[in-house]
Each structure stands twice: as structure tokens, then as C-alpha cells.
């Protein structure tokens, strides 16, 4: 049985899809003002390999992740920059997809926009004010009655009263509590708006995630997950508009990624601790980045730091040490360790232990090459099929170990050096064998010799 660990009731349950074997997944995704940064990779990551070991149990799923492409942010930035908000937009859209690309991440089934669903947040406000969840003080504004839902706080474990506490209501709102939150903005002298019941304005961002979510997947779906700042007040929020409108259950199961921090430290540009994707990736191998996030539990705290991604690149040499020199063949063994990565991905995905697993497999394929090759070949074929997994070890071994090496070294000379001293160990001339293997090392080229031949890396 799966279980996943259900932040609304604080519990791990089994996963009991709606409808036959259909999981329903919507993932709150970027608001795309700025580049990724890790924070989002964080949750990009963990939703993937949610998403792929589903579908590896046989789940038919329909994964939803939303881009927010209207909100103050955007339209600050693009004024900030002197552009349309539209073409600020689709640049960092078009940025996003590539940094998810250079780690593995799939795309989404449905990936909704904000601005395509306006009419669909009128016809739910719409509702809310019919059934006296939502009122329109007359300024262009629409406000959400945080007071009258009854259960508000329930997945936070949030009380209305201690909100209550310091909440003011701004000068500009019209407000009557302060703890009631906006569904539609009244337009601004330059800011974009669309024409509703209400007048010229822009949805508020908590409701265009309940109108993209149920407009994708139905007024119940199975999972509701996102990153760990969300779960107040927008995953709150949403619970309370989407479950007044349509008086049902919004979401069976909500799941959310752990915090990154940065060397202890929350991340925050103050600190100067604030990196983009692409930042990141400029100085580690994609891969090195996905294993180190795969590597701790989706959600639990990571800690970002040198050392940290220092051993992630340890961890994915020795892997593919064991892969390299072995020829792809069909995976074959290996049963009793797919049970037990099934078993711990099977526990709310947790994936530190399935890597446990697979290092034990590495341990078995190092031995077996020296006793049974091809046993080795058809082990190593089964960690790679484990391994698609969390997106990792699906380079070719030297690719990976090799990697970096444009323009510190001639991949071309290095083989041809190589070549010329497997000659001369053919020829018995081990001075030259010997020469050859001193000239590749001042070069920072590190000879591994083995059973399918000498392949090469650059030395730390």
C-alpha cells in the first residue's frame, strides 16, 4: 500500500484514489516575475518524483501545476523593466521550462494559466457572494468572508481569534474584518485588467488557484500539494473559498515540500543567500543538483551548502563507477532490492531510503564483477530502471564523469593518449605505458582501468 503523509490531518493515510485507479494531482507552480530559484526547484523535484513512482505503480495520473502570470509582482517587475507585462511573462515561462528540462523534471499534464480562467473566477465569486461567503463594497473590489466559513484554520491549525490579534485593515480597503481576503482588485490607473460584474480589475491569487484546480480535475480531487510557505493563507484560503462554492470536499490529501535553507540560514536576498536555478547550475552538474534534492525526504528541511552538494556528487560518482564498462542489457536479479525500494517509496515517497538501497546495489555490482560480469551488467540495468525513479543515473557513465572537462582538457588527445598506451601494454613497453599514464595525470585526467576497457575522469 502507498501512504503519504496528508498535511490536513497531520497523518500518514494510504492513498485511496477517487475514481479506480485515477490520482487527481494539482501542484501549486510559479508566479513567473523572476528566474527559479532552488526554493522552486525544491518543489519542482519533489512533485516529479511523485509523479513518476505513481505512474511506476501502475496509477493512471493527471497532474495539473498552474503558472500564476498576473499579479502585483509580475506587473511591478515588467513596469520596473519598461515592458509589457505579456512579454515578461512568456520570457520567464520560457526560462522555467528550460531550468526544469536541465533537471529531469517532466512536464506536467496541464499546466493552466491564470489569465485564461478570468471567467470561470467571476462565475465562483459569483457563487461565493450568492451564497453570502463573498460581498462587493461598491469600489470595484471583491472581499472573501473569512467569518462565516465555519472549520477556517483547519489545515494550518490556525484560530480565528488569535488571527484576529494585530490584524488591521489598510486605509485603501474596504473591508469588514480585517481578516477577509481579496477575490477581484478593482482596476489601477496602467495596470492590466479584464471587465467584470464588478467593474475593470485582476482576480486575487488565491482564487485563481481554486478555479484552475476544479475547472482541471473536479470540484474533489485527490492530491493538493505545493511548496511549505503556501500552507497560509493561500492553501487555507483556497480550502475556504472552493469548499463554500461548491460544498464539497476541495481536496482529499495536501502535501507539501520542505523548506530549503542555505547554510542554516532561510534564504532571502537580504542575506544574499539567494540563488537562482541557473546560478546553482553554473557551478554543479544538473544531475548533482537533482540527487542532492532527491536525496532527502520531499518533505523534510534541506540544508543548501557546498558540502552538501560536494557529497552529492560523491554519491553520483560512485554509481556510476560501478555502471561504467558494463553493457546495457536487460535488467536481470535484483528483486529482492526493487521490494525494497518499492517499500520505502511506498512510505510517503521516501526517497533518502531508496537511495539507501541503491548504494547496497552498487556494493553488490563492484563484487560481482570480479566474480560474474554479466550478472553485474543485468544488476546494474535494474538500478538504472530503479533510478529513472528520481530522475538520476540515466547519463552514460562517462558523460557524467567527464563532464566539466571542456576546456580544461582535449577529450580527443586524452582518448588518443589512452589508445597509444593501450598499445604499448600490448606491446609489453610498460616505460612508455608508464610515461603516457604521467602525462595524462599533470594533465588532471584520472585512468581507471577495468574489465570493459580504460575509461577516464578529471581528478578533483
Same mark, same amino acid.
Given at each position: 500500500m502507498l501512504t503519504i503523509y496528508n498535511t490536513l490531518s497531520k497523518t500518514k493515510e494510504v492513498l485511496k484514489p477517487l475514481e479506480g485507479n485515477h490520482v487527481r494531482m494539482y501542484v501549486c507552480g510559479m508566479t513567473v516575475y523572476d528566474f527559479c530559484h532552488i526554493g522552486h526547484a525544491r518543489v519542482m523535484v519533489a512533485f516529479d518524483v511523485i509523479a513518476r513512482w505513481l505512474r511506476h505503480r501502475g496509477y493512471e495520473l493527471t497532474y495539473v501545476r498552474n503558472i500564476t502570470d498576473i499579479d502585483d509582482k509580475i506587473i511591478r517587475r515588467a513596469q520596473e523593466n519598461g515592458e509589457d507585462f505579456e512579454v515578461l511573462v512568456e520570457r520567464m515561462i520560457a526560462a522555467m521550462h528550460e531550468d526544469e528540462a536541465r533537471l529531469s523534471v517532466l512536464r506536467p499534464d496541464i499546466e493552466p494559466r491564470a489569465t485564461g480562467h478570468i471567467p470561470g473566477m467571476h462565475e465562483m465569486i459569483q457563487t461565493l457572494i450568492d451564497k453570502g461567503f463573498a460581498y462587493a463594497p461598491g469600489n470595484g473590489d471583491v472581499y472573501y468572508r473569512v467569518g462565516k466559513f465555519v472549520g477556517y484554520g483547519k489545515l494550518s491549525r490556525k484560530k480565528i481569534e488569535d488571527l484576529r490579534i494585530g490584524a488591521r485593515i489598510e486605509v485603501d480597503e474596504s473591508k469588514q474584518d480585517p481578516l477577509d481576503f481579496v477575490l477581484w482588485k478593482g482596476a489601477k490607473p496602467g495596470e492590466p485588467s479584464w471587465m467584470s460584474p464588478w467593474g475593470a480589475g485582476r482576480p486575487g491569487w488565491h482564487i485563481e488557484c481554486s478555479v484552475m484546480s476544479t475547472c482541471c480535475l473536479g470540484e474533489t480531487f485527490d492530491i493538493h500539494g505545493g511548496g511549505p510557505d503556501l500552507v497560509f493563507p493561500h492553501h487555507e484560503n483556497e480550502i475556504a473559498q472552493s469548499e463554500a462554492a461548491t460544498g464539497k470536499l476541495y481536496a482529499n490529501a495536501w502535501m507539501h515540500a520542505g523548506a530549503v535553507r542555505v547554510d542554516g540560514e532561510k534564504m532571502s536576498k537580504s542575506l544574499g543567500n539567494f540563488f537562482t536555478i541557473r546560478e546553482v547550475l553554473e557551478k554543479y552538474h544538473p544531475e548533482v543538483v537533482r540527487y542532492f534534492l532527491v536525496s532527502s525526504q520531499y518533505r523534510s528541511p534541506i540544508n543548501y551548502s557546498e558540502?552538501?552538494?560536494?557529497? %552529492?556528487?560523491?554519491?553520483?560518482? &560512485?554509481?556510476?563507477?560501478?555502471?561504467?564498462?558494463?553493457?546495457?542489457?536487460? /535488467?536481470?536479479?535484483? +528483486? %529482492?532490492?526493487?521490494? &525494497?525500494?518499492? $517499500? /520505502?517509496?511506498? +512510505?510517503?515517497?521516501?526517497?533518502?531510503?531508496?537511495?539507501?538501497?541503491?548504494?547496497?546495489?552498487? *556494493?553488490?555490482?563492484? &563484487?560481482? &564483477?570480479?566474480?560474474?560480469?554479466?550478472?553485474?551488467? @543485468?544488476? %546494474?540495468? *535494474?538500478?538504472?530502471?530503479?533510478?529513472?525513479?528520481?530522475?538520476?543515473?540515466?547519463?552514460?557513465?562517462?558523460?557524467?564523469?567527464?563532464?566539466?572537462?571542456? @576546456?580544461?582538457? $582535449? %577529450? /580527443?588527445?586524452?582518448?588518443?593518449?589512452?589508445a597509444a598506451r593501450l598499445q604499448a601494454r600490448t606491446d609489453k613497453n610498460w616505460a612508455e605505458s608508464d610515461r603516457i599514464r604521467d602525462q595524462l595525470t599533470a594533465m588532471g585526467v584520472v585512468l581507471e582501468d577495468g574489465k570493459g576497457g580504460t575509461t577516464w575522469r578529471l581528478a578533483e
Open positions: 558540502d552538501s552538494l560536494k557529497e %552529492a556528487k560523491g554519491a553520483l560518482e &560512485r554509481f556510476y563507477h560501478a555502471l561504467k564498462g558494463l553493457p546495457d542489457v536487460a /535488467a536481470v536479479g535484483g +528483486d %529482492a532490492y526493487a521490494e &525494497r525500494f518499492a $517499500d /520505502a517509496m511506498n +512510505d510517503d515517497f521516501n526517497s533518502p531510503e531508496a537511495c539507501a538501497v541503491l548504494f547496497e546495489m552498487v *556494493r553488490e555490482i563492484n &563484487r560481482l &564483477r570480479d566474480t560474474d560480469f554479466n550478472a553485474a551488467a @543485468g544488476l %546494474a540495468a *535494474r538500478l538504472k530502471e530503479l533510478a529513472s525513479v528520481l530522475g538520476v543515473l540515466q547519463l552514460e557513465p562517462e558523460a557524467f564523469l567527464q563532464a566539466g572537462a571542456e @576546456g580544461k582538457v $582535449d %577529450a /580527443a588527445e586524452v582518448d588518443a593518449l589512452i
